[in-house]
């Protein structure tokens, strides 16, 4: 049954790899790598998600495959039910953060094949992120070139948690690639390398972990405008998603205030900090803000000043689902409930 | 210094109260002091420690948080006689006679937490409180003072703090927001006993030497990212203080967040109460929302302001925490927060509020 009145985009879905899916898609050298050796990547970031798989109790198929894992039930249960005219897949894995470089491009490789075949050929409401090895620009800019052309990706998808800060150059070769395609870069919560979630170290909770996560897109922000990438990428776009945006306008006021007084270190910037960002970033809206005064989610709006920038999402099949006839606690001006819910999406990613 | 040579300080605008607030208490909750340099300490230190400088040549132990010459780190004309913030006939010159200020609580972010050797730091801290009592405290009448502590040892800190916490002129324990670990672990809970023991407030400021970049994604390249990025670093330890149930075991603790900004604070309480409703559980110690339990313990010092320029966006997001309650006046002197006395709070705040800002606040939290 369709509850919600319209059509809407979701730019946020997560299917998950049941365990030997990406086999088909791998060599046998990597095949091999992998019953011997396994997964290795960064340590750290153990914390257990409230929920098993972090999943909505209701979300787990009756096939027995893990939430996400089974496309039939999510048509049933988001596409259709929630009346989801396309839908953005955000495919989580360990592919990108191996710390073994070749196998993390063999792996993120057959998770692109993979999305193809399982995903984006059997259902054509549903789009897909590159996956690509986020600390190797190079390898990963070769998987976008050899990757690009399907009509089903839309953007190249890493994860927020990086090794050094997005803006600094070694990202840079994919930033080249991603311009030359007209591809957005998104960015999802979560992924780990190496760093510790605070300036000073490990907190104890997932409540820490899953609440301080905005403070990693809120670097990045940072990093991308300060180190002059869109200086030097003036095409590119960045998707946040998962990360909030009730925070961009704060750090907004702050980056300005203190760049008009030390920009002579940054003489590389030709503009505000807020202009760049306000270009530059969209923001996915789950998990949404709920201030105690619901009319503040609207000043948090006007001070962000980017209408065109904000793109509902649901997180579909995570404990903190946001469904699109309840997600906003307060009623958008139908212009912009329109370009939220569906019109903002469809421009970036050049949907229809 | 050389901020100096590239702006002529007569064209500054005035550095003093504004007139409407002429008459009114006014409270500064941010003065830094510094060490002019080691030979300062020397006196205060024992003769092993006097010893070990020496024979190590250690040199002065700046903060790594302001590089010397940036903008940032001094007013045009504030380095008069030593660095900035070092000399109390400049300070009185400078700030507590043309705002005459009722109080002003002096910081001192000399770099102890950048000492791996704990009885060093320790002796350090020490010596840092008693030269800033004979020095600042017991000269100037005006003047409150922190408590310097080798937070990487807590038992170490907490001897500190009853050693010192008792006599005149000390309001609050300063600790780095970029501690070793998350400030709300219980490794830190000597600290906040000694501190509610002694009445002290904890001062959190933008310091530490953790070893950990400041952002979860590594370390950034410019010293703008590093300074904006600090609030990032409050964020978390808002978190981590609510998360491991300090404000709970602490009945009477206040914490002062320096220097941090306060914009960003509303909506991580939307954030933080929104999860708090889903994940409770995970902490049952906190038993109601996060943001009750941070407007009513913390409160924040003015300077720098992370607001918008436009004015009636500024309310709003004055709007969006209880600043009316939580917001503390203060110059961040000799730091160069801003220009005229005008610009040192948000204009149109109404009178009740600002005179809440100027003093209330600041008496709640400091209990002069």
């Known amino acids: 049954m369709v509850r919600s009145k319209r059509l809407v985009v979701d730019c946020d879905i997560h299917n998950s790899i049941p365990a030997g899916a990406l086999d088909p898609y791998l060599s046998q050298r990597w095949k091999r790598h992998g019953e011997l050796f396994g997964y290795r990547s960064h340590q750290g970031s153990l914390y257990p998600k409230g929920a098993p798989n972090a999943a909505r109790h209701d979300a787990w198929p009756p096939s027995g495959l893990p939430p996400g894992g089974d496309l039939d039930f999510m048509r049933q249960q988001l596409l259709d039910g929630e009346g989801i005219e396309y839908g953005i897949l955000n495919t989580l894995g360990a592919a990108g953060g191996q710390l073994n470089a070749e196998y993390s491009a063999a792996l993120s490789h057959a998770t692109n094949e993979w999305q193809i075949t399982e995903w984006l050929e059997k259902e054509p409401r549903l789009r897909a992120g590159i996956s690509v090895v986020q600390e190797d620009a190079e390898l990963a800019a070769a998987e976008v070139e050899r990757m690009h052309e399907h009509p089903g990706f839309v953007q190249i998808l890493l994860t927020v948690r990086t090794s050094e800060p997005l803006g600094r150059r070694k990202y840079w070769k994919l930033y080249e690639v991603a311009e030359k395609y007209n591809l957005p870069i998104g960015i999802h919560f979560g992924g780990m390398h190496g760093n510790p979630l605070t300036g000073s170290g490990w907190p104890s909770y997932y409540i820490e972990d899953h609440t301080g996560m905005a403070n990693a897109f809120q670097s990045q922000v940072i990093s991308y405008v300060v180190e002059g990438v869109f200086e030097r990428f003036p095409r590119l776009k960045v998707v946040l998603i998962e990360g909030g945006f009730a925070w961009l306008p704060s750090l907004m006021w702050r980056l300005d205030q203190h760049w008009k007084r030390l920009h002579e270190e940054v003489p590389h910037l030709t503009r505000a900090p807020s202009e760049y960002i306000r270009d530059h970033f969209w923001l996915t809206t789950q998990p949404m803000e709920e201030p105690h005064n619901p009319k503040h989610l609207l000043d948090v709006f006007e001070h962000h000043g980017a209408p065109d920038k904000i793109m509902f999402s649901t997180d579909y099949p995570h404990w903190d689902f946001d469904a699109p006839d309840r997600a906003f606690p307060v009623s958008l001006p139908p212009q912009f409930r329109d370009d939220v819910f569906s019109g903002n999406a469809k421009a970036l990613y050049g949907l229809d | ?368």
């Open chain 2, 1 to 368: 210094m050389s901020s100096d040579t590239t702006l002529d300080i007569a064209t500054l605008p005035e550095y003093e109260r504004p007139a409407r607030w002429s008459g009114l208490e006014l409270i500064d909750c941010d003065v830094q002091v510094s060490v002019p340099g080691l030979a300062a300490l020397r006196p205060y230190l024992s003769r092993r420690w006097q010893d070990y400088l020496t024979e190590s040549g250690v040199a002065n132990l700046d903060p790594p948080h302001y590089p010397k010459s940036s903008p940032l780190s001094a007013r045009p004309g504030a380095s008069v006689d030593g660095p900035a913030g070092s000399s109390l006939p400049v300070l009185r010159a400078q700030l507590l006679d043309p705002w005459d200020t009722t109080y002003a609580v002096v910081n001192c972010g000399y770099n102890i937490p950048g000492i791996h050797n704990d009885d060093w730091a320790a002796a350090m801290a020490g010596a840092v409180n008693e030269w800033q009592r004979a020095q600042w405290l017991q000269e100037e009448p005006r003047l409150r003072g922190s408590i310097v502590v080798a937070a990487q040892n807590p038992e170490l800190a907490a001897a500190e703090i009853d050693r010192i916490g008792g006599q005149d002129g000390f309001v609050q324990v300063l600790l780095p927001v970029r501690a070793e670990a998350p400030l709300g672990k219980r490794r830190y809970w000597p600290i906040y006993e000694a501190a509610q023991r002694n009445d002290l407030a904890i001062g959190i400021y933008p310091g530490g030497a953790s070893g950990n970049p400041v952002t979860s994604v590594g370390w950034p390249s410019y010293y703008l990212e590093d300074y904006v990025g600090f609030s990032q670093a409050f964020q978390s330890t808002v978190l981590s203080l609510v998360s491991e149930g300090v404000f709970t075991q602490f009945p009477d603790l206040r914490v002062v967040l320096i220097e941090s900004g306060f914009t960003w604070l509303g909506p991580l309480l939307w954030r933080f109460d929104k999860n708090w409703k889903g994940l409770r559980r995970e902490i049952p110690w906190v038993d109601r929302l996060p943001s009750d339990i941070v407007s009513e313990r913390v409160h924040i010092t003015a300077q720098p302001l992370d607001g918008p320029a436009d004015g009636e966006q500024f309310l709003q997001a004055f709007e969006q925490l209880d600043g009316d309650r939580m917001l503390l006046f203060a110059t961040d002197y000799p730091h160069w927060q801003f220009d005229s006395g005008d610009d040192s709070l948000p204009s149109g705040l109404p009178a009740d509020t600002e005179r809440r800002i100027l003093a209330a606040n600041a008496h709640e939290a400091y209990r002069f």
